[in-house]
């Protein structure tokens, strides 16, 4: 008999309520409640919402002043990854359950990304999952992935699956290097990403494909999705945390430099982008700040950040450090001595006084940077 899951469906809504409610359903799958099968929400952003990974710079992937101007709305997503746009062209899926205990992260993302990759085939898309968070469609992202866990035994699972996409508006509100080059630029992107629409020759939007991937979920993962409400409780947390953490600068400039940081530098690993900002003052570091579009902040890049505050800015001295914080393995593919280097590049640029605008040899989520 098949597992029924609670199936929730939204349409148009905000940056901030779209991520509350995800996190307040979180709340019944934590250690110590009652056993429950999980919740698979499949819904859609008002038109439009500008939306970072938990890890990432908000102000160097997203222009607010174009998202002001544009009536667009900015959040930040518990989950990692790389900076997104969501509308009506584009379904937002969330699995919420308590966090497996015998699947890697990775294999987590995978099998749950099934039930999209199901739906999709439902279309005669053939899709499969690349990389750290990617489902791609003939060599082509078509969705993103990301995967959060509360510390508390529950679990997030995130993916934006494009039904089609605005690429001249995404430019225009992301901070990508494509959009500088124009009609060339839109090009380059669409031959990097690829939608359900472009993948079927008739138009898609987010809310048409809910019955597909719900259909999906079902015949990958085994379950019955049953159509149900969020409860009075969630409904109600979920506004709490909609004013109080999602709608708030602390949440959502979490990740910023100090706007007197003169220093950066970046580098792309297998593991994901990572930056560094750097305030130097007489070749003592005043302050550092790693950010990327991860999924999670490595543990070893954490005790790197704090390790590194009032110390020197000598290349012996901080590889010192990285291979102390490190244990051998700063994560990510990064070796200690390539981590160094990262912060002695940003530490010169410091010195320098260089621009603290982000160094960028690539763009968000979807969208590389292109020649």
Request: with cysteine; charged share 25%; aromatic share 6%.
């Amino acid at each position: 008999m098949s597992e029924r899951w609670r199936l929730l469906a939204d349409d148009g809504v905000g940056a901030a309520e779209g991520l509350a409610l995800d996190e307040a359903i979180m709340t019944a799958y934590r250690r110590g409640q009652p056993p429950r099968a999980p919740t698979l929400r499949l819904y859609t952003y008002r038109s439009h919402a500008a939306l970072v990974g938990r890890y990432q710079h908000l102000e160097a992937e997203i222009d607010v002043g174009a998202c002001g101007q544009t009536g667009t709305g900015v959040g930040r997503r518990p989950t990692g990854g790389g900076a997104i746009v969501m509308g009506e062209q584009q379904l937002g899926v969330a699995v919420v359950g308590p966090a497996p205990t015998a699947e890697s992260p990775k294999e987590l993302m995978e099998r749950l990304s099934g039930g999209i990759v199901a739906g999709l085939a439902e279309l005669g898309i053939e899709a499969s999952f690349r990389g750290k968070n990617d489902l791609e469609a003939g060599g082509r992202k078509i969705a993103g992935l990301g995967l959060y866990f509360d510390g508390e035994g529950a679990m997030l699972f995130h993916s934006s699956v494009l039904a089609d996409l605005d690429v001249s508006f995404m430019l225009r509100v992301l901070r990508i290097p494509a959009a500088k080059l124009g009609d060339k630029g839109v090009a380059a992107v669409r031959e990097r990403v690829t939608t359900v629409t472009a993948e079927t020759g008739r138009a898609w939007t987010g809310a048409d494909l809910r019955p597909v991937v719900a259909l999906g979920f079902a015949k990958a993962l085994g379950i019955d999705p049953a159509e149900g409400d969020p409860t009075a409780d969630e409904r109600a947390r979920a506004g709490w945390l909609a004013a109080q953490k999602y709608a708030a600068g602390e949440w959502l400039y979490q990740r910023s430099p100090h706007p007197d940081m003169s220093g950066s530098a970046v580098v792309k690993t297998p593991g994901g982008l990572v930056r560094v900002y750097l305030e130097s003052s007489g070749g003592t570091i005043k302050s550092v700040l790693f950010t990327g579009d991860f999924n999670e902040l490595p543990p070893a890049l954490a005790r790197f950040e704090a390790a590194l505050k009032w110390k020197g800015l000598e290349s012996e001295e901080v590889l010192l450090l990285a291979r102390g914080a490190a244990g051998g393995d700063p994560g990510l593919g990064l070796s200690p001595e390539r981590l160094a280097d990262l912060v002695v590049e940003a530490g010169e640029r410091a010195a320098a006084r260089a621009a603290a605008s982000p160094v960028r040899p690539e763009g968000s989520c979807y969208f590389p940077e292109v020649g």
